[in-house]
């Protein structure tokens, strides 16, 4: 009998086993494959290695700002590959290492419950107090007709030792922002299809705007309010049709599709009386437990933010509460991120959604086009923006497009948890010349006493 079983060993499975260890509970971790999940395997950790190489390849080719000139003999795919392997093998080490080192029991197999406080696992019975889903998301292929033979998904994308010429993104969240970007740096004729009214749907308009202007000038075509109709073999590749705007075809060597749906089917859910939404989500309360008690869910598998940093986070509240603790979880401090040239990043409401509440905000913003450190690596192009509340100035949320935003996101994060009022953060210090400096000089001006900006 355990004190906690958890099901999943992504970085929110991981995180949940390791809390509640410290915690002194007697725990064991099931995973029916490699450790590490999505996010160390075929998301995350695979993808930054290709936009680091991306980035490598950039910064030689726009070096000549800095009189430095330099010619490409090759780009060596297979060397990519290698070191992605690399880099997720060490992970998945310590990842296992630290497991045992905490003391938790790894049980490998498929679990599916029996009842409300046991599983099964290769047909051996484990029972425990509390259990934590946390089984993460699968790839999610949209039902066009003809669009298997063309497909490339996100795994495949991750394995390429070459690159193909051209390729259809269907999809416009932050996975396929940065597929797109990282395909066209090496490139690869790119056309980012959505069929939503703007690029990152989660994000405000202006971020939206900012980020679609800057895959344009990076060779993406990004078509807006489209929808995929269907995929036709022909000579060159396939000519995809779509539906809604005026253009009506394209063709392309291949299609990429990178969403993902929460990994909930069988696992026997029903039995243990757990619900899900109509996405396939388990359903949670504000403490990520189910309908069961002693039984919660976190990460991919209850939809929503589908990011591992929210798995992680999850992951410690979770565990907390099923060791007798009553945490909240601040569903309104989970960050979003996507990279690209250049990034987005937030976190909170944005100016349109904090209106939509009937809350009087105010904004200020800061552009990278004037800040010292920006001027002086020549990548300018971006602003911090920061919502506050008009009678209090609380910090509501903050929008940051440009180099490093999702670093710096991690500022905004601290001060809204800590109740920050915008003054305070007008009146902070930063090291110069850094671009955390944006952020005090949005908080600046959205007190009204920004010092780099024009007088208004």
């Given amino acids: 009998m355990y004190d906690l079983i958890i099901i999943g060993g992504g970085p929110g499975g991981y995180a949940a086993a390791i809390r509640a260890s410290q915690l002194d509970a007697k725990v064991a971790l099931v995973e029916n ?140 969240g ?121 039984v919660f869910a976190i990460g991919d598998a209850i939809g929503k933010t589908m990011q591992s940093h929210a798995a992680s986070a999850m992951a410690v509240c979770a565990s907390e509460n099923a060791t007798g603790q009553n945490r909240v979880f601040p569903f309104n401090l989970v960050p979003r991120g996507a990279w690209s040239f250049t990034d987005v990043a937030s976190v909170g409401l944005s100016e349109d959604e904090a209106e939509d509440m009937d809350i009087e905000t105010v904004v200020g913003e800061f552009p990278y086009a004037i800040n010292g450190l920006s001027m002086a690596i020549n990548d300018t192009r971006g602003v911090v923006r920061i919502v506050t509340c008009e009678k209090y100035g609380k910090i509501l949320g903050v929008q940051i497009v440009g180099p490093n935003a999702n670093e710096l996101i991690g500022e905004a994060v601290m001060a809204m948890q800590f109740e920050y009022t915008v003054s305070e953060l007008a009146s902070s210090i930063r090291v110069h010349p850094t671009l955390s400096e944006n952020i005090v000089d949005a908080a600046r001006d959205n007190e009204g006493w920004a010092l780099y900006l024009p007088k208004q």
């Fill in 33 to 172: 494959d490699i450790m590490g999940g999505t996010c160390v395997n075929r998301g995350c950790i695979p993808i930054k290695v290709w936009t680091k190489a991306a980035l490598s390849l950039r910064t030689i080719q726009t070096a000549d700002v800095f009189g430095i000139k330099a010619k490409i003999d090759s780009i060596d795919f297979r060397t990519i590959q290698e070191r992605i392997g690399g880099v997720t093998k060490d992970i998945r080490m310590g990842m296992v290492s630290l497991l045992g080192n905490y003391g938790v029991k790894k049980i490998e197999g498929k679990a599916t419950f029996k009842g409300p406080k046991e599983i099964d696992v290769a047909g051996i019975s484990y029972k425990a107090d509390n259990f934590i889903i946390a089984t993460g998301s699968k790839i999610d292929t949209p039902a066009v007709p003809g669009l298997e033979d063309a497909l490339l998904d996100s795994d495949q994308a991750l394995s390429l030792e070459s690159i193909p010429e051209s390729v259809l993104v269907y999809g416009a």
């Fill in 174 to 294: 932050p996975i396929e922002v940065e597929f797109a970007t990282v395909l066209a740096c090496f490139g690869c004729q790119v056309t980012l299809l959505s069929n939503g009214r703007r690029v990152l749907p989660m994000e405000d308009q202006d971020s939206n705007q900012r980020l679609t202007q800057v895959l344009r000038e990076n060779g993406v075509t990004v078509i807006l309010k489209q929808t995929l109709e269907a995929v036709i073999p022909v000579k060159k590749g396939f000519e995809c049709k779509l539906a809604g705007g005026k253009e009506t075809s394209i063709i392309v060597e291949k299609v990429l599709c990178a969403s993902r749906r929460p990994n909930t089917a069988g696992l026997g859910l029903e039995k243990a009386g757990i619900e899900l939404n109509e996405d396939g989500s388990i359903k949670i309360d504000e403490c990520l437990q189910t309908k069961v008690p002693g």
